[in-house]
């Protein structure tokens, strides 16, 4: 069978690259995939990116199955178009996908079934917005309404920097749409994990937990982005946690989107903030696998993805399990110059080492040329290690990122410190 992955990140290149290893699957198209994608056996790229004619890609072709990688496909609709043209394709409908694509939806979906999350404002207008924040003081978190790439959540230590962010994006609008309405919310302090689960429209399968970490710079300094690296399983997620995450936000998640009309079939992703005394709160959902969280966790991943996503499809995942690498897997991102704000494109990457069982490069931010591998900007790459304990796969994604190369390579050198303060 041939099937069709959408998108072109490191989340779509671990995606592609597990599916490909199902002795059933004799081809996966990435599109419009990257360098990564480019050159892995059993892939190959495709440069459409437009939900017709991927349509007309996916009846040319006589795929079996399209899975979806990124949030922005899945706002516009591409899984009721694909649907509505008979085609099989995994990934919650647009409806459905309002929990990511607003926050201020996502925010009342939260409060209507009783999940618990940071309480909260919505503006449109700056002066009420600024007028707010003055009243709340600081810390608080200023999140864009729609989808701005990782990039549309300030958390603000200061006033002066709340107000910041309430200019930027109501009042210069530079992150356009996306920011046309703010979230205000209450700061939570604590620790923050991904939980992700696959659903079926009534049940749920808990995949791996892992742990992402978005701050830019070492010790969690510096701007936010769309993640410097990743680990899993997270071990703040402990059992009894775990099981707590899934009564009180992943079930009343599903049960609320079913109860309102809209079944969710597909990934969900919770960021949760645990406290300290380990109750969690919801940070956000986002309705499609985490990256770079996704690089660790497929790596951990012995069952076959294909099953899991068909079972998800026939409404069976009551009767399916997952099966883990007991071993940990730890991914550090490579960035490019100038991230987040002004990322550097079209330098030559050099020194990208052979694959292994035990550690793999997923591609991002790169595209090819000739037999070269070009930064295409933003999170280029993201080195995935093996390894017994977190603290082996650690040394092997490092050893691995010290010998790749590219102008203006930024990483952060911390990845995983959490986990290993917790020994």
């Not at 440069?47 to 516009?76: Q, S």
């Not at 991904?194 to 070492?218: C, E, N, P, W, Y």
Request: hydrophobic share 45%; glycine share 12%; charged share 25%.
């Amino acid at each position: 069978m041939k099937l069709l992955v959408i998108g072109s990140g490191g989340r779509e290149h671990a995606i592609a690259w597990r599916l490909a290893s199902n002795r059933r699957v004799q081809k996966v198209f990435v599109a419009p995939g990257n360098a990564g994608t480019a050159l892995e056996a059993g892939l190959e790229n495709v440069a459409i990116t437009a939900i017709p004619a991927l349509i007309d890609f996916a009846r040319r072709e006589n795929i079996v199955l399209t899975v979806v990688g990124p949030e922005a496909p899945l706002a516009a609709g591409i899984v009721d178009e694909f649907k509505a043209a008979g085609l099989r394709i995994f990934g919650p409908t647009r409806a459905a996908a309002q929990l990511e694509a607003s926050k201020d939806f996502a925010k009342q979906f939260m409060l209507r079934h009783g999940i618990p999350t940071a309480r909260y404002a919505s503006f449109t207008r700056a002066d009420e917005a600024r007028e707010y924040v003055e009243r709340q003081g600081a810390p608080i978190v200023v999140k864009a309404d729609g989808l701005a790439a990782g990039k549309g959540v300030v958390v603000a230590t200061t006033v002066g920097e709340a107000l910041a962010a309430i200019d930027l994006m109501l009042g210069d609008r530079k992150l356009g749409e996306a920011g046309a309405r703010v979230v205000i919310e209450e700061y939570l302090d604590g620790e923050e994990a991904s939980f992700i689960v696959m659903a079926d429209g009534t049940h749920t399968l808990a995949l791996a937990t892992s742990q992402d970490h978005k701050r830019l710079l070492d010790g969690d300094q510096g701007p936010n982005t769309g993640g410097m690296g990743a680990y899993s399983p997270a071990p703040a997620v402990t059992p009894v946690l775990h099981g707590r995450i899934m009564r009180e936000i992943i079930l009343p998640a599903v049960n609320g989107m079913t109860k309102d009309g809209t079944p969710y079939v597909g990934f969900l992703y919770a960021g949760v903030m645990i406290d300290k005394a380990g109750h969690p709160r919801t940070l956000e959902f986002n309705c499609r696998l985490g990256d770079p969280e996704t690089q660790p966790i497929l790596m951990r991943l012995k069952s076959d993805l294909l099953d899991l996503i068909e079972a998800a499809m026939h409404g069976t995942l009551d009767r399916a399990n997952a099966e883990w690498d007991r071993r940990s897997a730890l991914g550090v991102v490579l960035a490019a110059a100038g991230y987040p704000n002004d990322p550097k494109s079209g330098d030559a990457i050099e020194g990208l080492p052979a694959p292994t069982d035990d550690c793999r490069v997923f591609h991002a931010g790169t595209r090819l040329v000739g037999k070269t591998a070009l930064t295409q900007g933003g999170r280029v790459l993201c080195v995935t290690a093996l390894g017994d304990p977190l603290r082996a796969a650690r040394s092997r994604a490092y050893e691995a990122a010290q010998g790749i190369r590219f102008a203006g390579m930024q990483y952060r050198k911390d990845i995983g410190y959490r986990a290993m303060r917790r020994g």
